[in-house]
């Protein structure tokens, strides 16, 4: 069994900062990658930033320079450190891991956390 429990969401005015935490827990043997996805109702869940367990980034074009993925392989959790938040990044943010339970890479989803930007 794995899970994934995030924290950090909130409400922030335009121009602050949010810092978004993902814990992966129960049994396997390795974390591809985590990441950070987000989705507006009537639109298709997007990705917002990717880290490999070697450290290789993605990000999403718009919160290029504004976002920060990171992580903690000892403690199987990443970070989303967001900053100079805009209206527009409002929405529902799901933590993503890909994980390995020896039959393969599985992908697994968080409960979703909002974020909400007010001006």
């Known amino acids: 069994q794995v899970q994934l429990e995030e924290s950090g969401g909130g409400l922030v005015q335009a121009g602050g900062s949010l810092r978004l935490s993902c814990a992966a827990s129960?049994?396997?043997?390795?974390?591809?990658?985590m990441g950070w996805y987000r989705q507006t109702p009537g639109k298709q869940r997007e990705l917002v930033a990717r880290?490999?367990?070697?450290?290789?980034?993605n990000y999403a074009d718009s919160v290029k320079g504004r976002f920060t993925i990171s992580r903690d392989n000892a403690k199987n959790t990443v970070y989303l450190q967001m900053n100079s938040l805009k209206i527009e990044d409002t929405d529902v943010y799901y933590c993503?891991?890909?994980?390995?339970?020896?039959?393969?890479?599985?992908?697994?989803w968080g409960q979703g956390t909002q974020v909400t930007v007010s001006s």
């Open positions: 880290i490999t367990s070697g450290g290789s980034t």
């Open positions: 993503n891991a890909n994980i390995d339970r020896r039959t393969g890479w599985y992908d697994y």
């Open positions: 129960g049994t396997f043997f390795g974390i591809n990658a």
